[in-house]
């Protein structure tokens, strides 16, 4: 049974930074996509950083293009994103998601795989 952990949410002040972990367990498929969407109160789940393990391809959300970068570790089937700049906008529920036909989609209805979730909160 696949299982996603996150860890490293918080809260910070705009300007501050936060790195958030995402390891699987249980993964035996050869390739993923792993990486983070986020949820704020009353808005829909968007994709904020994906990333494909085998071309290390990668998507962001215009809106944190420049700020967050997305990694992987494919031995540890882990993705990292560190987060700069934060911005009081950036406050949401994160979520790591993984899709095992490394398949990088933006709809989260794709993706198989879900962590329970590790809230962000950028104070202003």
């Known amino acids: 049974q696949v299982q996603l952990v996150e860890s490293g949410g918080g809260s910070v002040q705009g300007g501050g930074s936060l790195r958030l972990s995402c390891a699987a367990s249980?993964?035996?498929?050869?390739?993923?996509?792993m990486g983070w969407f986020r949820q704020a109160p009353g808005k829909e789940r968007e994709a904020v950083a994906l990333?494909?393990?085998?071309?290390?391809?990668?998507y962001y959300a215009d809106s944190v293009k420049g700020r967050f970068t997305i990694s992987r570790d494919n031995a540890k089937i882990a993705v990292y994103l560190q987060m700069l700049s934060l911005k009081p906008e950036d406050t949401a529920m994160y979520y790591c998601a993984a899709e095992q036909r490394g398949l990088c989609f933006l709809d989260a209805d794709k993706y198989n795989y879900w962590g329970q979730g590790t809230q962000v909160t950028v104070s202003s």
């Open positions: 249980g993964y035996t498929y050869s390739s993923y996509c």
């Open positions: 990333i494909n393990s085998r071309s290390g391809n990668s």
